[in-house]
């Protein structure tokens, strides 16, 4: 079948409802059939703005991991909380398109938005953070906060009292006294594992 001579349909149309379908029937669901039947079009009307699938999921993966907000903080000494607020940032994106989730391990933020990550490295050089610690930072951040939040999006929307699922009082009594005494939601057990991999840079820095 021939492809329009006029796009019918814009990228962002496109984009946008791919992730309405797979927020609401699930990736396994999604198929260029399946999109063009959404937007109302034939799927060669697709290929104006898209390949083929892969480079469809591609932009879903920049839509979900560009859209989040980008801290406002001044580079200082405490710029360990501008990573906290923007990985805190990524994590609500993701979370709220958990089916289109495992495309971010496919489509790294990394691959799809390296000219944010020039702009973090130029935040750390103003906060004077070491160079040879950049690396260092920048891909322990993206492999933490994807391997956290990811792990929290293939599970049902976790509260503080699902932290540990399936744990038995009887044969789990050291556990069960411990989330018993957390007083900490799943978003505060995020924010506190970034501050510590960050610090924790710093320290081994210092020792160093």
Not at 149 to 164: G, N, Q
Request: glycine share 4%; hydrophobic share 40%.
């Amino acid at each position: 079948m021939a492809r329009p001579s006029k796009p019918l349909i814009s990228r962002a149309t496109a984009v946008a409802a791919s992730i309405e379908i797979i927020d609401s029937e699930g990736l396994d669901a999604f198929s260029l059939p399946r999109l063009a039947k959404h937007l109302g079009v034939r799927a060669p009307s697709l290929y104006h703005h898209f390949s083929d699938k892969s480079e469809i999921l591609s932009a879903v993966a920049q839509h979900i991991a560009g859209a989040i907000a980008i801290p406002r903080r001044k580079p200082g000494p405490d710029w360990p909380e501008y990573f906290v607020a923007l990985s805190s940032n990524l994590r609500r994106s993701i979370l709220k398109h958990r089916n289109a989730a495992p495309i971010l391990l496919q489509y790294l933020p990394r691959d799809l938005l390296i000219g944010s990550y020039e702009e973090t490295a130029r935040f750390l050089e103003a906060s004077n953070v070491p160079t040879r610690l950049h690396v260092q930072i920048l891909d322990g951040m993206e492999r933490l906060t994807l391997g956290a939040v990811l792990t929290e999006a293939m599970r049902k929307p976790s509260t503080k009292s699902t932290i540990f699922p399936n744990v038995d009082p009887e044969s789990q009594p050291l556990l069960t006294r411990a989330l018993a005494e957390n007083e900490m939601t799943s978003k505060q057990l995020f924010e506190e594992m970034v501050r510590s991999f960050l610090y924790g840079v710093m320290r081994n820095e210092t020792v160093d």
